[in-house]
């Protein structure tokens, strides 16, 4: 069976009026192995539904809690991709911090964050398929506006 983790990706807005160009992405840098940089997610646990696991990461590795974001009805995307040679799926919703000044805490896990504009959000997360989804939530993003 493949390994299952959840996230969210989290974007703010730094005008209040809706503009495509004021959209960053938050992005998390491992303190570990390759120190690639996602979205803030990790392992399903025992017992808990794939929204609960996306939002106790992102408390656990962003310090955001569920009350400090709005989650963005209509958007979910699973990723599949191999670790180590085990299939992994990785579910992620999107999220809009609802205060763009709050505060990021980083757990060990991390070593550092980065808000990004979405051409920047790609170059750091190197994945093509993330890249991908990045970029089709800009595009869902704009397609509200
Ligand atoms: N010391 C050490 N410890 C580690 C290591 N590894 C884990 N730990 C421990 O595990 C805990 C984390 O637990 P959680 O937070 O619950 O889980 P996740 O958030 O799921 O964390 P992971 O890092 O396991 O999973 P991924 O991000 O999925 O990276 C796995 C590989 O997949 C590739 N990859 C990543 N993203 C994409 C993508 O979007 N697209 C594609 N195509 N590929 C992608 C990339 O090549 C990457 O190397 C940590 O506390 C550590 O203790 C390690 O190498 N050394």
Redesign the pocket.
């Known amino acids: 069976m493949a ?1 299952r ?1 959840c ?1 969210l990706i989290i974007y703010r807005r730094l005008q209040p009026a809706p503009s495509s160009n004021s959209i960053e992405y938050l992005l998390l840098q ?1 303190s ?3 120190h ?1 940089w ?1 979205p ?4 399903v646990d025992p017992g808990e539904d794939d929204l609960q696991t996306a939002f106790r ?1 992102t408390q ?2 962003a310090g955001l809690q569920a009350s400090q974001l709005t989650l963005i009805e209509g958007y979910r995307k699973e ?1 599949h ?4 040679g085990k299939p ?1 799926t ?1 579910v992620y919703w999107l999220a809009e911090m609802k205060d763009c000044n709050t505060e990021i805490k980083l ?3 991390h070593q550092a964050f980065q808000w990004l504009k979405l051409e920047d959000a790609c170059k750091f ?1 190197e ?4 890249q991908a ?1 990045l970029k089709e939530v800009h595009q869902f993003l704009c397609s509200r506006e």
């Open positions: 390994v983790a996230g491992t570990y192995g390759t690639h996602t803030p997610k990790g392992h990461e656990e590795e990723l991709y191999p670790v180590r992994k990785v757990s060990e896990e997360a994945y093509e398929d993330m989804t």
